[in-house]
């Protein structure tokens, strides 16, 4: 009898524990603590770790509130969110691509900052206009703010460019193919691309794409992938590596920054058209800042029928508050600190991006040609990103279609109209399941 | 089976448990909640999922997703869309690697348990070595493969261009055709240690008399090896065929590791061409939708095998 006692109560206590455990949030610490999901920057996350954490120390020391950060790299960071979306077990606060922020929203899963807490981090006029446009679809309160601002422009190798007696950066596209034709010559290539990340080639296809007068989203929000601008865009950016032979195949397998931006450090490569993030991985790489200058991106010249003079998307990290936080106000303290003008000009000098305040930028730090280059580009010539709920569709699909492209040009198989208008229509096909 | 002394005593306390089946099944209860929550409930919601729209618009609260009857299935299987021809290529494909695997695994295991069947010096050692790669973590093993081969600074092409000199041309391992000699090759690495395993402990269980009793009769090392080793292997072998097949054939780390999100085309495997199905699109009610019918599809099969396995081994009763 006492025997069944004990071994019902076993089984009881057990039980019990299975179910206290699978009801368990995994949160750990207390109340006051955040769990703060950051997108990788630098070099490595452990890079990016060390900038972080001094900081967070110093946000606890101020407020009492503990962090626990995760570095999370791209290729895992869309995938993190929505899993942590779908199960409801998400961080307090994290980082997104700022072109992903109307699909987010669209998920309902953050917080919107309506004018009440936009006011308390110093209102909109703070922030810079372009990346502020890029918070979310327009007519609704956004769901995320700028943390740090970024913008394409072509890196150059200055010793390569001078031992091929080229003089000033290319500034269009006949420019830039011939530069890159007498760069490459034995194990050196005129440019480096990431054939295998479909962000890259998605921002590629978009920048292309508007200098080509093609929209990937009509008015009303709607995928249009197959027109034969969208054609000629993309096909414009594969044939740096299909017909003029200026980026080494091997860069088709390239799916990490660290690849070509290692091969320009290296001198295996020439030319980059990479975010100013590429500043911290460059430094990293071991080359220094006086060993490569920055241009924007070339533009056609003339432009064709349509086309708009863009070299850039609004490029740019947000930082967004999860809906069902524990902690609503010490998540919107953490907003506010890292997006306070001191801790702007410490982030975004260590991660190469840049502040997207208009206060922070009274620090020198930010006065360098190649910086002046990316303020000017983001102001000027930076188009944002369709604001759409489709938009992060649109960067897996005609991304990865772009990186499948790239492998068939790489193992020779030949890439022309009829290849690229075929994987922009069975891209279009996915976005037409998925909504 | 024969008896053995104190066995009666052993029937007698278990029978004294038996006896008590409240306190048996109180005990077997949290091990049966688990196993619900672990499997059956993962697989009845995946169902459900594949009956829904759910797109990013309601996976934050599943519960809201619109019902979409069989429009999923009808997406997955209209061969004549982009969707449903890509995954029927890649069920092609999926089952070409699973039989190259299987089929490579089980001979090189075979081959390998026959060789280290006779007492012989190192014959430890050796098993043990053999099965490093069985042991190794799967992402730690996986990982140095994907950087051995890679075009430009991977070991395999070190090897073959730049000592060997059998080519001049640096091959691409991670894209293309050989894409798919890479993740069969990697794959039978990782999964011939399982079959060597499994059929030494087969040949140990064969009784050595019946060799003598061969040897006696005249048959060679080879006719022992088909008239004595493989028939006596049989029943090892048909299960071992069916649990590798099931593994490659969901094999979702090794293609995913040895790619990464970048899966070419070629060696486009169906667990992780479901998963960019979902993911891709952010439409999880046709991912479910494709792995119920990938699920229906495997139970049919190994429904079949076992129907034409048992069925062949009682008429040679």
Request: hydrophobic letters at 45%; glycine letters at 10%; charged letters at 15%.
């Amino acid at each position: 009898m006492r025997v069944r006692k004990i071994g019902a109560t076993a089984a009881s206590v057990l039980l019990l524990m299975s179910l206290a455990a699978c009801g368990d949030d995994g949160g750990g610490g207390g109340e006051k603590t955040l769990t703060y999901w950051a997108s990788n920057q630098g070099p490595s996350l452990d890079a990016d770790r060390q900038v972080l954490q001094p900081e967070l120390d110093k946000f606890t020391q101020q407020t009492g509130i503990k962090v626990e950060l995760e570095v999370i790299g791209w290729p895992d960071l869309l995938n993190r969110i929505l899993a942590a979306t779908a199960s409801g077990q998400g961080p307090d606060v994290l980082n997104i691509g700022n072109t992903w922020s109307a699909s987010l929203q669209a998920t309902g899963a953050f917080l919107p900052f309506e004018s009440a807490e936009i006011d308390t981090l110093g209102g909109k006029d703070r922030f810079l206009g372009p990346s502020f446009a890029a918070t979310g679809a327009t007519g609704q309160p956004p769901t995320s703010m700028p943390l740090y601002g970024l913008a394409y422009g072509l890196f150059y190798h200055k010793r390569l460019f001078a031992e091929a007696g080229i003089t000033t950066p290319p500034k269009n596209w006949t420019e830039f193919v011939a530069a890159g034709k007498r760069l490459t010559k034995g194990g050196q290539w005129g440019l480096a691309v990431e054939g295998a990340s479909y962000t890259e080639n998605a921002h590629h296809a978009f920048i292309f794409g508007q200098q080509h007068g093609a929209d990937f989203f009509d008015g009303a929000g709607k995928p249009q992938f197959t027109g034969p601008h969208h054609v000629m865009a993309v096909k414009q950016y594969l044939d740096f590596m299909a017909t003029d032979k200026i980026a080494n195949p091997s860069n088709a397998e390239y799916s990490t920054p660290n690849q070509p931006i290692g091969d320009f450090a290296k001198g295996k490569a020439a030319m980059l058209l990479w975010q100013s993030n590429a500043i911290s991985l460059l430094a990293a790489a071991g080359m220094k800042p006086d060993e490569y200058g920055v241009a924007p991106i070339p533009i056609a010249d003339p432009l064709p029928p349509g086309g708009k003079r863009v070299n850039s998307h609004v490029a740019g990290i947000n930082i967004s508050v999860f809906k069902n936080t524990e902690n609503r106000d010490g998540a919107l303290e953490l907003v506010k600190f890292l997006t306070s003008s001191g801790e702007q000009q410490i982030l975004n000098k260590a991660l190469g991006s840049l502040p997207v305040v208009k206060d922070a930028y009274s620090d020198p730090a930010f006065e360098t040609p190649v910086i002046k280059v990316f303020q000017d580009v983001l102001a000027n010539t930076a188009g944002p990103l369709p604001q759409v709920p489709e938009e992060s569709k649109f960067e897996t699909t005609v991304g990865s279609g772009m990186r499948d492209l790239f492998a068939k040009i790489a193992s020779g198989q030949p890439v022309g109209e009829a290849e690229v208008a075929a994987a922009l229509t069975k891209a279009q096909q996915e976005m037409g399941t998925g909504g | 089976m024969a008896d053995r002394p104190g066995s009666t005593g052993a029937r007698r306390r278990a029978g004294a448990g038996w006896r008590r089946p409240g306190l048996a099944y109180l005990l077997l209860l949290p091990a049966l909640l688990l196993e619900l929550l672990v499997h059956l409930v993962p697989m009845a919601v995946g169902v459900w999922m594949s009956f829904r729209e759910l797109t990013q618009f309601f996976i934050r609260n599943w519960s809201a997703a619109p019902w979409a009857g069989l429009r999923n299935y009808k997406v997955a299987v209209d061969v004549d869309s982009a969707i449903g021809a890509a995954l029927l290529r890649s069920l092609w494909i999926t089952l070409a690697y699973a039989l190259l695997v299987v089929v490579g695994s089980w001979l090189l295991g075979f081959v390998a348990a026959l060789l280290l069947q006779r007492p012989m010096r190192n014959r430890g050692l050796l098993r043990t070595l053999f099965l490093v790669p069985y042991a190794l973590p799967a992402y730690a093993a996986v990982i140095a493969w994907n950087f051995m081969l890679q075009r430009d600074t991977g070991m395999i092409n070190h090897l073959l261009v730049d000592n060997l000199h059998l080519t001049d041309d640096r091959a691409f391992w991670l894209l293309g055709d050989r894409s798919f000699v890479a993740i069969v090759l990697v794959s039978i690495w990782r999964h011939w240690p399982f079959a060597f395993l499994i059929i030494m402990a087969g040949m140990q269980n064969i009784p050595t008399d019946l060799y003598e009793a061969a040897a006696i009769d005249g048959a060679g090392p080879g006719q022992q090896i088909r008239r004595v080793t493989l028939p006596m292997l049989r029943p090892v072998s048909l299960v071992l065929i069916l649990v590798l097949f099931l593994w490659t054939f969901n094999d979702f780390t090794t293609p995913f590791v040895l790619f990464g999100a970048a899966t070419p085309e070629q060696a486009d495997l169906i667990s992780v061409h479901i998963y960019q199905s979902s993911f891709v699109t952010w439409n999880f009610g046709l991912g479910s939708a494709m792995s119920v019918l990938l699920l229906l599809f495997l139970l049919l099969l190994t429904a079949g095998y076992l129907l034409l396995t048992s069925r062949r081994r009682r008429r040679a009763v």
